[in-house]
């Protein structure tokens, strides 16, 4: 057999036994982007697209030997961490990543979910603003999640400027500020320390938006760790976030998923 070069992305983040978000939508965009994806769960989710009902942190020794397994034999090109729920486990990621090569990270700092749950504990976020935002490549927090890791609340454009600015002094090479305000246009805001660069569309009319956050930064991921540069990197991932979400079908009573596959499978003319 001939053998191919892949990419190969892992993902540490929560599972959704709903599969529209968490480590279900990073596995899906790093296939439909044909990455090779691995993953590290730390933590299990019940949820579905009204919302999460329970969850269930890993102890953080068995996320550091997932990633130790991973790592140790697959290797990866680039990492992406999402729900990271409590400041042990954080820090546990922290340490066992000091120990390899990584050539990206993204952090996506999930905080809330969709449908408005809290999935990380208090204490924890200081964790990662100390710990885990240093070593990152970029951070892709919304709105709300960008609030809570500079303690202000951000109401205007230039609100959110400086709030990437304060974040960037946390130690991230850039950041992502996705999703911008509840009204108006959907615009990301990309900040790499030299440059401030806005990416904006029309919103889409859709109640199909779960895992939106999770896919975008999955996204990313992949394109940065295929050389892209940061700023290419970011529309390209806009771009497939919008058009999973305009191609999605109905899952659900809720915030359904979007569809990460939509470029790939003809569901019209299926036998």
Partial sequence: MKSKSVKKLLSIAGSDSGAGAGIQADLKTFAALGAYGTSVITAVTAQN?????????????????????????????????????????????????????????????????TTGARLIAEDAVESLRSNLLPIADVITPNVSEAEALIGKRIETMEDLRESARLILELGPRAVVITGGFETGPATDLVYDGVEYKAFTSARINTSSTHGTGCTFASALTVLLSEGINLFESVSQAKRFVQSSMRNAYVIGDGKGPIDHFHNLIDYNNRT
Avoid at 66 to 92: F, P
Wanted: aromatic share 2%.
């Fill in 49 to 113: 697209t009204l919302g999460v009902s329970d969850v269930h942190p890993i102890p953080p020794s068995h996320v550091s030997s997932q990633i130790e397994a991973v790592l140790s034999d697959i290797g990866t090109d680039g990492i992406k961490t999402g729900m990271l729920a409590n400041q042990e486990i954080i820090n546990a990621v922290v340490e066992t990543l000091s120990n390899y090569d990584v050539p990206k990270l993204v952090v996506d700092p999930v905080m809330i979910s």
